[in-house]
C-alpha cells in the first residue's frame, strides 16, 4: 500500500532536514513526501531544493505568501496521490518503521480511518524527555458524551484515509484545526484510534509559548463543546453564541471551567521550562498546576513527563 506523507513547513532550517531525512529513510518504501513551504524568509528553501534534488519521492511545493498551516496541509491534501496520508511536523523525526506499522494496522483495521501512535518527547537538542501515549476510547467517550476521551491524537504520528478527511471538508482555517477535524470526522461516524506503538520522536521547545495559549484553550473548549451538542443531535454554537453560553453557567460550573484552563496552561508552560532545564520557571508553573487541579496534574506527570519510560 501507498502512502502520501503531508508537511507544511515554515522557517524551520534548524530541523528541516533531519525531519524530511527521517521520512526518506523508512523501511517501508512505497511513499511520496509533499513538502509545503509556506514562504519561508531563512534556509529552509536551499535545504529543501538540495534533498529534493537527490531522492525523486521528495515533492516542494513554495508558496508565494504565508497562509497558514491548516491552508498548507490542505494543499498537500489536494497534491496527495494516495489514498493512505501520513501526517508529519517540519521539527519532528519519524522512527524507521512508522510507515510500516501503521500502513500494516490500518490494513487489519479497515473499519478505522484515522490512527495516531505514541511518541517520545525531545527537547530542542533531541534528548528524550518523557513519553506521550493517546488513550483513546471513542465507544466511551460517544456513551457519556466526553470528547475529551477521543480527541487527544498526536498529529505528526497520525496516518489517516484520505477520502474520509475529504468527505468532512479538510482542515478548516482554525487554531486545533487537527482537533477540529477529529471532531468533525468522529461525529461524521467515522472511527478513530491509537496504535500503543512509539513511532515519532515530537520536540517540545519555545513555539509552545509563541502564541496566546488563553486562546488556545479558549478554542479546545469550544471545539469540545459543538463536538458535545452534535453528539446530541445539536446544532453548532458560534463563538459568540458559546462565550454567552458560558458565561450563563452556574457559578461553580464556571470555577471548575477557569481552574481546569488556567491548569492546563501552567502545565503548558511548565513542558517548555522543563525541556529547556530551566528548573526555577517549571517548578513555579507546576506548582500552580498542581495548586489548581492536583490529581489531573499527577496524572498527565505519570503519564507523559517521565524520561524513564
Partial sequence: MSVSVIMSTFNRERYIASAVESVLEQSHRAFELIVVDDASTDGTPDILARLAARDGRLRVVRNAVNRGLPAGRNLCLSLA???LVACMDDDDIMLADRLARQVAFLRDHPEVSVVTAAARLIDDAGNVIGLSVPE??????RAEVRPALFLGLIHPAVMYRKPDVLR???????????RDLWGRMVTAGYTVAAQPDVLLLHRR???????????LFEQGEYIDFNVARRLRGLEDLSLTAYRRAVAAE????????HRRMRAGIAFRKATLFYSRREWRPFLMQMAAAMSLEPIQVCQRIA???????
Fill in 81 to 83: 496521490r494516495h489514498n
Fill in 136 to 141: 483513546i476510547d471513542l465507544a466511551r467517550g
Fill in 168 to 178: 468532512v471538508g479538510g482542515y478548516r482555517q482554525v487554531a486545533l484545526e487537527d
Fill in 205 to 215: 521547545h519555545v513555539s509552545i509559548m509563541q502564541g496566546n495559549l488563553d486562546a
Fill in 250 to 257: 452556574p457559578l461553580l460550573q464556571r470555577v471548575s471551567r
Fill in 303 to 309: 503519564k507523559k513527563y517521565s524520561p524513564g519510560r
